[in-house]
C-alpha cells in the first residue's frame, strides 16, 4: 500500500534561518507531489506541484522553493525564513491523472 | 477558472440530528468533486469524491454527497451526527483538463457537534 511520509512535525526557527521540508511516499510510482500551507487553521494555499523528476510547478511568488531530486520526493526550502512563513505545511500525492490527494501529516512551522 | 464556495465558516448540530455542509463549485469542464476532513494538528482525511455515475456518493464515515449540475452544488450530509464528527471539513474541485491534477479547497467548514 501507499504511505507518505512528511518530518519534521514540529518546527521553531528564528527569523532569517533557511529551511528544509522533507516529504517522501512509498508503494507508487511517478506520483503528482504537491506543498500547501494552512495559515491560521484553514484555507488551504497549493505552493508547489510536480508531475515529475525536477519539474516544478510555483502557484503565487513567496519566499519558499520546491525541488523533486528523486521521484518519490519532494522538498520545500526557503534561503531566509520571514514571519509570515509561519503556518501549516502539507505534502500531498496523487497519481497521475490526480482523482484525489492523500495528505502527509503535517509539519507546523513557527517562525520566530 | 476553478473556484470552491463554502458558505457557512461554522456549523453546529446536535448530536443525532442530521447535518448538512454546503460547498458550491464553478469549472470549466466536467468536475471532479471531493470532501475531506482534518482533525487539529493533522492532515487532510479523504472522505468521499465524485468524478462520474450516480449523482449521491457515498464515503467513509456514514458520510455522503449529492452531486447537483444544476446548482453547482456538491453538500455533504450524514443522517444522524456524532460529536465525534466534530473537525474541519474541506470540499475541492478540480476540472477534467486540470494540468497537474491539481485541487482548489474551499475554505473550510468547522463542523461542531453538540451532546
Known amino acids: 500500500s501507499q504511505t507518505i511520509h512528511q518530518w519534521p512535525a514540529t518546527l521553531v526557527q528564528p527569523v532569517g534561518s533557511p529551511l528544509s521540508l522533507e516529504c517522501t511516499v512509498e508503494?507508487?510510482?511517478?506520483?503528482?507531489l504537491y506543498w500547501y500551507r494552512q495559515a491560521a487553521g484553514r484555507g488551504l494555499q497549493l505552493l508547489f506541484y510536480?508531475?515529475?523528476?525536477?519539474?516544478i510547478s510555483s502557484e503565487v511568488p513567496q519566499n519558499l522553493s520546491a525541488s523533486r531530486p528523486q521521484d518519490r520526493q519532494f522538498i520545500l526550502s526557503s534561503k531566509k525564513l520571514l514571519l509570515s512563513d509561519s503556518g501549516f505545511y502539507l505534502c500531498?500525492?496523487?497519481?497521475?491523472?490526480?482523482?484525489?490527494?492523500?495528505f502527509g501529516s503535517g509539519t507546523r512551522l513557527t517562525v520566530v | 477558472a476553478q473556484s470552491v464556495a463554502q458558505p457557512e465558516d461554522q456549523v453546529n448540530v446536535a448530536e443525532g440530528n442530521p447535518l448538512t455542509v454546503k460547498c458550491t463549485y464553478s469549472?470549466?469542464?466536467?468536475?471532479?468533486l471531493f470532501w475531506y476532513v482534518q482533525y487539529p494538528n493533522r492532515g487532510l482525511q479523504f472522505l468521499l469524491k465524485?468524478?462520474?455515475?450516480?449523482?449521491l456518493v457515498k464515503g467513509s464515515y456514514g458520510f455522503e454527497a449529492e452531486f447537483n449540475k444544476s446548482q453547482t452544488s456538491f453538500h455533504l450530509k450524514k443522517p444522524s451526527a456524532l460529536v465525534s464528527d466534530s473537525a474541519l471539513y474541506f470540499c475541492?474541485?478540480?476540472?477534467?483538463?486540470?494540468?497537474?491534477?491539481?485541487?482548489?479547497f474551499g475554505q473550510g467548514t468547522e463542523l461542531s457537534v453538540k451532546p
Open positions: 500531498a500525492w496523487s497519481l497521475q491523472g490526480g482523482n484525489g490527494y492523500t
Open positions: 508503494g507508487t510510482s511517478n506520483p503528482n
Open positions: 510536480s508531475v515529475g523528476i525536477g519539474q
Open positions: 469549472v470549466s469542464g466536467n468536475p471532479y
Open positions: 465524485y468524478i462520474t455515475g450516480d449523482n
Open positions: 475541492a474541485v478540480r476540472d477534467h483538463y486540470n494540468q497537474g491534477g491539481k485541487l482548489i
